[in-house]
């Protein structure tokens, strides 16, 4: 992996000061996105804006730096967390001639933040172990490129779709079928994957690009994606992207589209019962999970256990009965969490509030099954902790979060 080699004296001079620059490490990345964005505005076309804002997507890279870092003479035992990130980048478009921009400024950043602490031996130590992780990272991305772009449909880059049908599956989801603009084939995709899509947004100064999973299964003339709309508050403003789509995007408009990138994905072996646990719009990969299962593996045991706030809200319930009609191996649950009278007459649903262990006992049986977790964040640390406590192996629970990789252990 990787062609360069770090001597040992580097490598205990990476080794000793990552501590120092994890406890700097907010003012290192603070520090480091100001110089970049302000040396290459250009990276903002790239970069979300809210997730800067918000302080999480900083600290993912910088952390994920240091985490390399400490790993620098053994990069092997973290390509999984490298994987899942080239996937991301993959998906951005990020670029080889990229990296240097990022080492250049960290090491700015790093000398600024530390002053005379930060002596030539450290900046040239940091300098190697950032190209050593730096060209980890592009080999890996290079594979993901090549094999999106050799894949059968397969494309580079971004590709014009056209929005073909675009449908209000609640009150604040609403879906959008993809077409190719060219009319040729489209690639393949693993049930949890997702594309992501540029935005370019008349009066914005720059564009947006934002991840959305496939919520239909695979092998269609078409990619669906299906999306919130962020409204916002009186201290936040309103998603841009997501607003974008369901208020200024017709049918017959035209997206710019990335091949479909993700780790997580429906592993369907060993051939263990699947669990699906949605919350909101976090239903999306795992309904792309479930229709592929009901159509390849009906004799699979699957249960699909979804919790929204009201029916209002609530999308895809008709799209989930018909795919476990009829097969008594396929089980759904509906948790509402503030149920309207509607909902109460309708009586779909067999939870009420939140989901949580108590109720999730009685309905997950075997507890040797593979999970998969998707929704808001706090719902998923519940959902994950309720599982642990359940007895279910931390390695079966897979999960997806729709922003820069969290904490699922609260
Ligand atoms: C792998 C993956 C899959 C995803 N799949 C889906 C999917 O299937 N469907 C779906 O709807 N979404 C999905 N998402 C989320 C999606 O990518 C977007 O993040 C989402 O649509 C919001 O984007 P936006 O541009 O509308 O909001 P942004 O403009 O990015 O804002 C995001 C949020 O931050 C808030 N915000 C903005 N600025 C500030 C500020 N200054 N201070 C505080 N808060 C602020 C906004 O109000 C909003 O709630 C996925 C994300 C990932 C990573
Ligand atoms: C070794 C160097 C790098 C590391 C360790 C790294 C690490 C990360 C991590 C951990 C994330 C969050 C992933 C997730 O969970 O979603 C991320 C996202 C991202 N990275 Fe990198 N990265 C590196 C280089 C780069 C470069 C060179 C660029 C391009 C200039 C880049 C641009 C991005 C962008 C645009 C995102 C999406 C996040 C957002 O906009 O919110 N990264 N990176």
Not at 163 to 179: G, H, P, R, W
């Amino acid at each position: 992996m990787g062609t360069k080699t770090l001597n040992q004296d580097t490598i205990e001079i990476i080794k000793s000061t990552v501590p120092v620059l994890a406890e700097h490490g907010e003012a290192i990345t603070t520090r480091f996105y100001q110089m970049l964005f302000s040396n290459h505005p250009e990276l903002l076309h790239i970069f979300n804006h809210a997730n800067q804002k918000k302080g999480k997507q900083p600290q993912a890279l910088a952390n994920s730096i240091y985490a390399a870092a400490q790993y620098i003479d053994n990069l092997e035992a973290i390509l999984p967390v490298v994987k899942q990130i080239a996937h991301k980048h993959r998906s951005l478009n990020i670029k080889p001639e990229h990296y240097p921009i990022v080492g250049e400024h960290l090491l700015l950043a790093i000398k600024d933040v530390l002053g005379e602490a930060a002596t030539d031996d450290i900046i040239h130590a940091w300098g190697e172990a950032y190209g050593v992780i730096a060209d980890v990272f592009i080999s890996v991305e290079k594979e993901m490129y090549d094999e999106a772009e050799q894949a059968k449909g397969g494309w580079k880059e971004f590709r014009h779709f056209i929005v073909s049908k675009k449908e209000k599956e609640s009150e604040v989801i609403t879906s959008f079928y993809l077409t190719p603009q060219d009319g040729k084939e489209i690639a393949s995709f693993l049930p949890g994957q997702y594309i992501s899509i540029k935005a370019v947004i008349e009066g914005e100064e720059y564009t947006h690009i934002r991840q959305y999973s496939l919520s239909d299964h695979p092998n269609q003339p078409y990619y669906r994606i299906s999306v919130k709309r962020e409204d916002g508050s009186q201290n936040q403003p309103a998603g841009i992207v997501s607003q974008f789509l369901h208020d200024t995007v017709r049918e017959g408009d035209i997206l710019e589209v990335t091949a479909p990138a993700g780790d997580f994905v429906l592993q369907t072996e060993p051939e263990l019962p699947i669990v699906l646990i949605s919350g909101g719009v976090g239903q999306t990969p795992l309904l792309s999970m479930l229709k592929t299962l009901a159509q390849k593996e009906p004799n699979r045991v699957v249960t699909y256990i979804h919790a929204a706030i009201n029916g209002s809200l609530q999308a895809f319930d008709q799209e989930v009965r018909e795919a476990v009609e009829g097969n008594d191996n396929y089980n759904y649950y509906l948790c509402l969490e503030s149920p309207t009278d509607e909902d109460k007459q309708a009586n779909k649903h067999q939870q009420e509030g939140y989901i949580d262990q108590e109720w999730l006992s009685t309905v997950i049986l075997d507890h040797d099954a593979e999970f998969y977790v998707c929704g808001p964040t706090p719902f998923m640390q519940a959902s994950y902790q309720a599982l642990v406590n359940l007895g279910v192996a931390k390695e079966q629970i897979h999960y997806e979060f729709f922003g820069p990789k969290g904490v699922i252990e609260n």
